[in-house]
């Protein structure tokens, strides 16, 4: 009897369980098949690459297009670039953004909540709002086309952005920690150097993962701010492929998709490890936010 | 002689008197106001200082590289701006993009945030597949959808001849009638799984019990989704609209990877960065951002009027 049921309902339930697993791996497709297209271009050559009807399954896979692109001292300037330039970033906004968030999130002092709103409206900032001022003022600095243009810009997001999630961070460890700090006759510095910071190391690695992403991926300022191949990020290599870059007429759309794979694919690592802390990170700071 | 000799160090003690002289709450704002400042003055000097400099350039005739100092002109390229058809042009596009883009995100992602919340095998993959859209930069992105919506070689026509769904290769990016559903397509693809994600931590704190409760009383899921889900979900919702709202307003990079600064499809955000860069007219271009700063306003003030939102920090 039991069992006769057990089965019946089952029967009733399959036809939404294969519904559901349809749903599921449509969205899965969805999701995944323009990734898988940037890779599956990259790894065929031009005769493949420009046939019709479409090749879907590379039959003879060679990382020809990788070769070329690397080849070129351009594009391993912008990973180089690039690299400098969220680096530096991360590292400053992270230093700055630490001892701000610490003294948002653990002092009561007056005129903080100001501060606070101030920093609130700052990560919802457009960056094309001040982009007529920035310009003026990095011409005026003489840092036109230099990377040290970038690194100035790019902390416009990043660093309210650091300061709000790592706010909510030193928020939730305990008092007596700091008090136990204080009665040691540690000093308020030492506090933050030796007790908090260290005990804030998920927060900082989130959040400077984020900051990472964010400056790495950035097109606008580097686009305004920068002229000359040699200073370009990968976003603005990757925008100005052309077909003189392949010495042919159509555009090296093969070498273009392995120099995405090339860009993309540290960030996706990055990304699958963290993903737990990078999905924390996001909506804590945009529910807060 | 001997006065200086003791005044000397009297003089240098007293900061260090008077911060021993504090109570504790005064110190403890003299010391948070030390840890504030270097970004306190990052702020000014990246946000503060540029932004007032935008709006006062608005109003004058700024051209970089000019020989002869900016002149104040009033609302002169405001006035201009209103008359202005290829400003009209830019609003109309980002505004259809925003209301194509967040509608569809929003179903889409809340469709994505529901079945991912119920459990199955393969939750895990499933949740770190949607974190490879927006790990992607935008600008990489376009390019990859720029080549799978390519006129001759691109996947997408070779899919939907396939599924025969049309006979002729369409040219995607170049037809005017085409060209903003294709851009926007590339958005919902980035963006939804973001979205999908803010729904789904909204979803995880609603509890189990609710739903039992309700399936005890025999609500069937349809009830259950509109009389508990969706009322539960609303912070979350209100939070991704708004977000996204933003973010589509401003929109610039998938745009001009995709059609540079094309009069038909520029956006609000490429044709001011087109004039304060490319044309050097900073004060038109100034001009633009603080309409674009306007426009935006003008939808936060709706939004948080028609959905009563609660401004919280």
């Known amino acids: 009897m039991r069992w006769a049921s057990a089965q019946r309902r089952d029967l009733r339930q399959r036809p939404s369980r294969i519904l559901f697993y349809v749903v599921l791996a449509m969205i899965a497709i969805y999701l995944v098949f323009p990734f898988y297209w940037a890779i599956r271009s990259a790894i065929v050559p031009d005769a493949v690459q420009f046939a019709t009807p479409v090749v879907y399954w590379p039959e003879d896979p060679s990382l020809e297009n990788f070769r070329k692109v690397l080849a070129t001292g351009q594009f391993r300037r912008a990973l180089l670039n690039s690299a400098i330039v969220a680096g530096t970033v991360t590292l400053l906004s992270l ?10 999130g653990r002092f009561r002092f007056r005129g903080s909540t100001p501060v606070r709103y101030i920093i609130l409206s700052m990560t919802m900032f457009p960056s094309i709002s001040v982009l007529g001022g920035l310009y003026t003022l990095i011409t005026q600095f003489g840092l036109y086309n230099k990377l040290g243009a970038l690194v100035y810009s790019y902390l416009i997001f990043t660093l309210p952005f650091t300061v709000w999630v790592l706010m909510t961070f030193f928020r939730q460890l305990p008092r007596d920690l700091e008090e136990a700090a204080y009665v040691d006759g540690a000093s308020p510095f030492q506090t933050f150097w030796r007790i908090m910071l260290p005990l804030s190391a998920p927060g900082l690695v ?41 010495g042919g007429f159509e555009i090296p759309w093969g070498q273009m998709m392995a120099a995405t794979v090339i860009v993309t694919l540290p960030l996706i690592v990055l990304t699958l490890i963290f993903q737990r802390r990078i999905i924390a990170g996001l909506t804590a700071g945009a529910v807060k936010g | 002689m001997g006065r200086p000799v003791i005044a000397e160090p009297r003089r240098a003690a007293l900061p260090l008197r008077r911060w021993q002289a504090m109570t504790l709450a005064e110190r403890q704002a003299w010391l948070a106001w030390l840890f504030l400042l270097p970004a306190l003055l990052v702020v000014v000097g990246v946000a503060m200082v540029p932004l007032a400099q935008t709006v006062y350039f608005s109003f004058t005739d700024k051209r970089l590289g000019a020989l002869r100092p900016a002149q104040w002109v009033g609302l002169e390229n405001f006035r201009f701006l209103l008359t202005d058809p290829l400003w009209w042009t830019a609003v109309k596009v980002t505004v259809q993009f925003t209301l194509i883009t967040v509608a569809f995100e929003f179903l889409l992602g809340l469709l994505i945030a529901l079945v991912v919340n119920s459990r199955f095998p393969g939750r895990g993959p499933m949740r770190a597949a949607m974190l490879v859209p927006w790990a992607i930069p ?28 049309i006979e002729q290769n369409i040219a995607w990016l170049a037809r005017p009638d085409t060209s903003l559903l294709a851009v926007a397509s590339i958005d919902i693809w980035k963006t939804t799984p973001f979205v999908a994600l803010l729904l789904l931590a909204g979803l995880q704190v609603i509890p189990d019990e609710l739903y039992e409760a309700a399936t005890v009383d025999g609500a069937n899921k349809v009830r259950q989704f509109f009389t508990i889900t969706l009322p539960l979900l609303r912070p979350a919702i209100v939070v991704a609209l708004i977000f996204r709202t933003l973010d589509a307003l401003r929109v610039f990079d998938v745009f001009y990877v995709l ?6 499809m520029q956006t ?46």
């Open chain 2, 138 to 165: 935008t600008v990489l992105s376009a390019q990859m959808w720029k080549w799978m919506y390519n006129d001759i070689f691109g996947v997408i026509n070779d899919l939907l001849k396939r599924a025969g769904l």
């Open chain 1, 95 to 104: 230093a700055v953004g630490a001892m701000g968030a610490y003294a948002l």
């Open chain 2, 259 to 264: 059609f540079g600064a094309r009069p038909d």
């Open chain 2, 268 to 313: 609000m955000a490429v044709y001011a960065q087109n004039y304060i860069v490319a044309f050097s007219d900073v004060g038109y271009g100034s001009a633009i951002s603080v309409a674009i700063f306007l426009v935006i306003a003008i939808f936060v003030v709706a939004y948080v009027t028609t959905l009563k939102v609660e401004v919280q920090t």
């Open chain 1, 206 to 246: 989130t959040t400077g993962l984020l900051a990472f992403i964010a400056a790495w991926n950035e097109f606008l300022y580097a686009l305004s701010f920068t002229q000359t191949p040699d200073k370009r990020t990968v976003t603005l290599a990757i925008f100005y492929f052309s077909p003189q870059t392949g």
